[in-house]
């Protein structure tokens, strides 16, 4: 199996959401980053670039000046589907939290929260959300080594999990974040 970028991947998966199959720029991805991802994606057969058609978002111009749109295959299409499906399929990935309350009152619903491995980075964002005080995205980043453009996305990252992370500002810190405390339960699992 190819070794694909979290950006390649979110790239196919987007296009495999649409009717056309055509991938939509991210935003704030550059040129360079653009020829490297669909690069990377053409040659490993998963996508690859046409003419626009009417219609189609444009991934990148050609040189003569004509929209090239790019596309993905059946062979994008089956690693989304194994991916997606590792991703509701694995026992272990998810933990269902039955301290979580469902929408509108209703506390005896369960909401599933996709664990990270114990050890991992976003196990030690986990720990450090977890604490009373919360954590700055500067100590975040420190904790984890990343940028602070990955750290806010591993935040996101974490939100579309399951887990309920909330924001305060503070004076001296910045934006502080931290575990909604119905959610600290799923860390100590």
Do not use: C
């Not at 190819?2 to 550059?30: C, F, K, W, Y």
């Amino acid at each position: 199996m190819a070794n694909l970028t979290n950006t390649q991947l979110m790239v196919l998966s987007q296009a495999a959401q649409h009717e056309d199959g055509a991938a939509i720029v991210p935003e704030r991805m550059g040129a360079a980053a653009k020829r490297k991802n669909s690069e990377a994606l053409v040659v490993h057969k998963l996508m690859r670039e046409i003419l626009t058609k009417p219609g189609m978002p444009i991934w990148r111009n050609a040189e003569d000046g004509r929209s090239i749109s790019l596309v993905i295959l059946k062979a994008g299409r089956d690693l989304v589907s194994a991916k997606s499906e590792a991703f509701h399929t694995d026992p272990g990935f998810l933990v269902t939290n039955q301290s979580l309350a469902a929408p509108h009152g209703d506390s005896a619903a369960t909401k599933a929260v996709a664990q990270p491995r114990s050890g991992s980075k976003l196990a030690r964002v986990i720990a450090l959300l977890s604490k009373d005080a919360g954590a700055s995205l500067k100590a975040l980043a420190e904790a984890t080594g990343w940028l602070p453009h990955t750290t806010r996305a591993a935040l996101t990252g974490l939100r579309k999990r399951g887990f309920e992370i909330g924001r305060v500002k503070d004076d001296r810190l910045g934006a502080v974040y931290r575990l909604a405390s119905e959610a600290k339960v799923t860390t100590a699992a």
